[in-house]
C-alpha cells in the first residue's frame, strides 16, 4: 500500500449547509472508487462508491463527482446534519481483479450548531 | 444480515509474540481484506483472501500472513511482534468480483508492549 502523510485536512461546517470534501487520488489506472465514513472507535462505513465509467453519482444526500482528467474525487454532502461529524477517506482500487483499496489520508468534517 | 465480525476487539500483547486475529465476512461474501490503520501511516493494504487464496499483497514484511478457510472466514497472523505493529487491523469483506463495496469491521485494536 501508499504511504499517506501525517496531515488530517479539517473542514468545519454549520449544520443544514452543503459540505464538499475533496480528494486527490493516485492511480491514473484506478477504476473505481469509495467513500467511506468513520466515526471514532469504529471500522470505516461504506457511503458511495462510482466506476471510471462515470463521472457523477447520487445517493441519499450525497453526490461523488469524479474527475479523471485532473485525478480528483469529491464528496458532497447536503443539509449537513450532526451525524456527519466524522472523518471520510476516499480509496481507490487500482487492481483490475480483487481488492487492494489505497486510501487518502482523510478529511475530518466537523458539523457545528 | 450481519455484518462483518472481528475478533478480539482488543488485544495487548508483548514485543517478540505472535498474535492471530480472526475475521467473520458478511454470509455470501468470498474476498476478504485485511488493512492497518495507523495515526501516522493512515489506512494501508495488507492482502486480499478470495476462494482461500490469496489474490493481492500489500507491502508488509512476511511477519504478517493470513489465510482463508473454505466459510470464507479468514485469519490474519503477526509474528515476531514489534511496537510499531501496534494499529487498528480492520478485515472488509465483499463479494470478490470485479469492483463490488467493500465493508469494514470494527476493528482489532493491537498494542504491543
Known amino acids: 500500500g501508499e504511504s499517506v502523510g501525517l496531515h488530517l485536512p479539517t473542514l468545519s461546517v454549520q449544520e443544514g449547509d452543503n459540505s464538499i470534501i475533496n480528494c486527490a487520488y493516485s492511480?491514473?489506472?484506478?477504476?473505481?472508487f469509495i467513500w467511506y465514513k468513520q466515526e471514532s472507535g469504529k471500522g470505516p462505513q461504506f457511503i458511495i462508491d462510482?466506476?471510471?465509467?462515470?463521472d457523477k453519482r447520487q445517493g441519499q444526500r450525497v453526490t461523488v463527482l469524479l474527475n479523471k482528467t485532473v485525478k480528483h474525487l469529491s464528496l458532497q454532502i447536503a443539509a449537513t446534519q450532526p451525524g456527519d461529524s466524522a472523518v471520510y477517506f476516499c480509496?481507490?482500487?487500482?487492481?483490475?481483479?480483487?481488492?487492494?483499496?489505497?486510501f487518502g489520508p482523510g478529511t475530518r468534517l466537523s458539523v457545528l450548531p | 444480515k450481519a455484518g462483518v465480525t472481528q475478533t478480539p476487539r482488543y488485544l495487548i500483547k508483548t514485543r517478540g509474540q505472535q498474535v492471530t486475529l480472526s475475521c467473520s465476512p458478511i454470509?455470501?461474501?468470498?474476498?476478504v481484506s485485511w488493512y492497518q490503520q495507523t495515526p501516522g501511516q493512515g489506512l494501508q493494504f495488507l492482502f486480499e483472501?478470495?476462494?482461500?487464496?490469496?489474490?493481492n499483497k500489500g507491502n508488509f514484511p512476511g511477519r504478517f500472513s493470513g489465510r482463508q478457510f473454505s466459510n470464507s472466514r479468514s485469519e490474519m497472523n503477526v509474528s515476531t511482534l514489534e511496537l510499531g505493529d501496534s494499529a487498528l487491523y480492520l478485515c472488509?469483506?465483499?463479494?470478490?468480483?470485479?469492483?463490488?463495496?467493500?465493508?469494514f469491521g470494527q476493528g482489532t485494536r493491537l498494542t504491543v508492549v
Open positions: 472488509a469483506s465483499s463479494r470478490g468480483d470485479m469492483n463490488t463495496e467493500a465493508f
Open positions: 492511480n491514473s489506472a484506478s477504476d473505481y
Open positions: 462510482i466506476r471510471s465509467n462515470m
Open positions: 480509496a481507490e482500487n487500482p487492481v483490475p481483479y480483487g481488492q487492494n483499496f489505497v
Open positions: 454470509s455470501g461474501h468470498r474476498s
Open positions: 483472501y478470495f476462494s482461500e487464496t490469496q489474490r
